[in-house]
C-alpha cells in the first residue's frame, strides 16, 4: 500500500487561508469516506484535527475543515496563526483492511 | 484524564527482538480498540498494528506482517508489540494510540502517547 500523497510544504501568512491536498485512489480515500487529519507540533504525538473527512473532534478550532472529492482530500486551515505551524499528516482506510498515512505536509507561518 | 505511556524502547541488533509496552490509565481500557503507529526519522506516519478492544481480532501492515505481533491484557490495561525478526528500516518512534470509536474501530485515533524510539543497528 502506498503512502497518500500531501506536498512537502505549504507556506502561509499570519490570517491566511491555506489548504494542504492529499492524494490517493479509488481503493483508499476515493473509496472510503474515512479520511482523517493530525497535526503534529515538533517533538511531539499527533493529534486529530478532522476525522470522517469533516467532522471535527470537540476542541478543535472551526479554523479547520476537511472535505473530499474524488480521489483527494483536503485541510483547509482559515485564519492561519502562528500555533498553526506543524506538520499534518492524512490518513485513510483502505479496501484491504487497514489504514495508510500520506506523506506528511511542512505548514510554515511566514 | 487519559493517558497512555509507551516503555521498552531502545537500541537492538539487526535480527534480535524487542517488545514494546503501552499502559493506559483514564478510561474503560476494555471497551476500546488500540494501535500501533510508528515514525522514522524525519518521515511521516506508518500504521503498524490493530488489536480489537476485546483482543480478538488483529491487523498489521504489510511491512511487519508475519514479523510483529500486538496483543494486549485487559487487566492491566496494557497493549504489548512483540518485534521479531528487527531491520533497520524498523528505526522509528513508535506511538500507541487509542481508536475514537468504543466496541470497535474505525482507524482513527484520539489519544495518543509521546512514543518510544526503537533503534535498529549493529
Known amino acids: 500500500q502506498s503512502a497518500l500523497t500531501q506536498p512537502a510544504s505549504v507556506p502561509g501568512s499570519p490570517g491566511q487561508s491555506i489548504t494542504i491536498s492529499c492524494t490517493g485512489t479509488s481503493s483508499d480515500v476515493g473509496g472510503h469516506n474515512s479520511v482523517s487529519w493530525y497535526q503534529q507540533h515538533a517533538g511531539k504525538a499527533p493529534k486529530l484535527m478532522i476525522y470522517e473527512v469533516s467532522n471535527r473532534p470537540s476542541g478543535v478550532s472551526s479554523r479547520f475543515s476537511g472535505s473530499k472529492s474524488g480521489n483527494t482530500a483536503s485541510l483547509t486551515i482559515s485564519g492561519l496563526q502562528a500555533d498553526d505551524e506543524a506538520d499534518y499528516h492524512c490518513s485513510s482506510y483502505t479496501s484491504s483492511g487497514s489504514l495508510v498515512f500520506g506523506t506528511g505536509t511542512k505548514v510554515t507561518v511566514l | 484524564q487519559v493517558q497512555l505511556v509507551e516503555s521498552g524502547g531502545g537500541v537492538v541488533q539487526p535480527g534480535r527482538s524487542l517488545t514494546l509496552s503501552c499502559a493506559a490509565s483514564g478510561f474503560i481500557f476494555s471497551s476500546y480498540s488500540m494501535h500501533w503507529v510508528r515514525q522514522a526519522p524525519g518521515k511521516g506516519l506508518e500504521w503498524v498494528a490493530l488489536?480489537?478492544?476485546?483482543?480478538?481480532?488483529?491487523r498489521y501492515g504489510d511491512s511487519v506482517k508475519g514479523r510483529f505481533t500486538i496483543s494486549r491484557d485487559n487487566s492491566k490495561n496494557t497493549i504489548f508489540l512483540q518485534m521479531n525478526s528487527l531491520r533497520a528500516e524498523d528505526t522509528a518512534v513508535y506511538f500507541c494510540?487509542?481508536?475514537?470509536?468504543?466496541?470497535?474501530?474505525?482507524?482513527?485515533?484520539?489519544?495518543w502517547g509521546q512514543g518510544t524510539l526503537v533503534t535498529v543497528s549493529s
Open positions: 494510540a487509542r481508536d475514537d470509536y468504543s466496541a470497535g474501530w474505525k482507524y482513527y485515533f484520539d489519544q
Open positions: 488489536i480489537s478492544y476485546h483482543g480478538s481480532q488483529k
